[in-house]
T-cell receptor
Framework: AQSVTQLDSQVPVFEEAPVELRCNYS??????LFWYVQYPNQGLQLLLK??????LVKGINGFEAEFNKSQTSFHLRKPSVHISDTAEYFC?????????????FGKGTHLIIQP | NAGVMQNPRHLVRRRGQEARLRCSPM?????VYWYRQLPEEGLKFMVY????????ESGMPKERFSAEFPKEGPSILRIQQVVRGDSAAYFC??????????????FGPGTRLTVL
């Protein structure tokens, strides 16, 4: 069975500072990895995804993430955050190979941007 | 191209009543997933359906919960005899392809169920 761990429930950051949101996963098979963002009272929006190929993935709104197979991590980064980045961020994993599962989500990290 | 639609956005029920949540997937998507989000928690997978078929309901509680995705019309998540612990946000997602491929799921805005 797969699982996702987001170690930080909240991350406060000053505006224009860099940020890293951590995500570790466990799975016995190859995986696809996703980061979603959820703004208050809204659904989830895909930021970026890793399927295969280059381990550095660029997404929307200036975010990027790096897949590290040896450390089973997929941390999300942004070099300079904006007040509008305040939201809940979810890391998710889906197993490859035809498993009939939905996505497995972490508990989320609340990114708080301070002016 | 309209996104995933869910209605109602907010639903209030008294204990013992039935809750019926609707999800219309994106045009051309035949794969639908339901998730539940409890306060301070991530989303938990409940059920995966294709048209007229339940493919994986491993995340669904064994009693009171059911889901369908008929040939015509939206997918329905039905909760009978609701209890306070059912209060949560229920999200629907759709995908043009099934698991094991580029399974990008597109999420609806959710239905927030409150059980009094």
């Amino acid at each position: 069975a797969q699982s996702v761990t987001q170690l930080d429930s909240q991350v406060p950051v000053f505006e224009e500072a860099p940020v890293e949101l951590r995500c570790n996963y466990s799975s016995s098979v190859s995986v696809y990895l996703f980061w979603y963002v959820q703004y208050p009272n809204q659904g989830l929006q895909l930021l970026l995804k890793y399927l295969s190929g280059s381990t550095l993935v660029k997404g929307i709104n200036g975010f990027e993430a790096e897949f590290n197979k040896s450390q089973t991590s997929f941390h999300l980064r942004k070099p300079s955050v904006h007040i509008s980045d305040t939201a809940e961020y979810f890391c998710a994993v889906s197993e490859g190979g035809g498993g009939a599962d939905g996505l497995t989500f972490g508990k989320g990290t609340h990114l708080i941007i301070q002016p | 191209n309209a996104g995933v639609m869910q209605n109602p956005r907010h639903l209030v029920r008294r204990r013992g009543q039935e809750a019926r949540l609707r999800c219309s997937p994106m045009k051309g998507h035949s794969h639908v997933y339901w998730y539940r989000q409890l306060p301070e928690e991530g989303l938990k997978f409940m059920v995966y359906l294709q048209k007229e078929n339940i493919i994986d309901e491993s995340g669904m509680p064994k009693e009171r919960f059911s889901a369908e995705f008929p040939k015509e019309g939206p997918s329905i998540l039905r909760i009978q005899q609701v209890v306070r612990g059912d209060s949560a946000a229920y999200f629907c997602a759709s995908s043009p392809r099934g698991p094991g491929s580029d399974n990008e799921q597109f999420f609806g805005p959710g239905t927030r169920l409150t059980v009094l």
